[in-house]
């Protein structure tokens, strides 16, 4: 299942994330990729740099990174995991 989940989701791994803590506004990248998990039967969890959260274990939820680059702008990573 791993290698299916890295063809599904690598097509977003490098795309930005503008990180605003002023607007609520959803990512279209974000919406994409959790209309994807929830078509496959998961859950998507995203965690970005210093992100708290618990570490329970889930067979039904993906965790993908969002990364800081050195340029400042938040991107997605290419790790994604059952978890």
């Given at each position: 299942?791993?290698?299916?989940?890295?063809?599904?989701?690598?097509?977003f791994a490098g795309k930005e994330i503008p990180v605003s803590f002023a607007s609520n506004r959803r990512d279209p990248t974000l919406e994409?990729?959790?209309?994807?998990?929830?078509?496959?039967?998961?859950?998507?969890?995203?965690?970005?740099?210093?992100?708290?959260?618990?570490?329970?274990?889930?067979?039904?939820?993906?965790?993908?990174?969002?990364?800081?680059?050195?340029?400042?702008?938040?991107?997605?990573?290419?790790?994604?995991?059952?978890?």
């Amino acid at each position: 299942m791993a290698q299916d989940l890295t063809k599904l989701f690598n097509k977003f791994a490098g795309k930005e994330i503008p990180v605003s803590f002023a607007s609520n506004r959803r990512d279209p990248t974000l919406e994409e990729m959790e209309n994807l998990a929830k078509a496959n039967g998961l859950i998507l969890r995203v965690w970005f740099p210093d992100t708290l959260g618990t570490m329970d274990l889930r067979n039904d939820r993906i965790n993908a990174y969002v990364n800081k680059e050195a340029d400042g702008k938040y991107r997605v990573g290419n790790n994604f995991k059952i978890g």
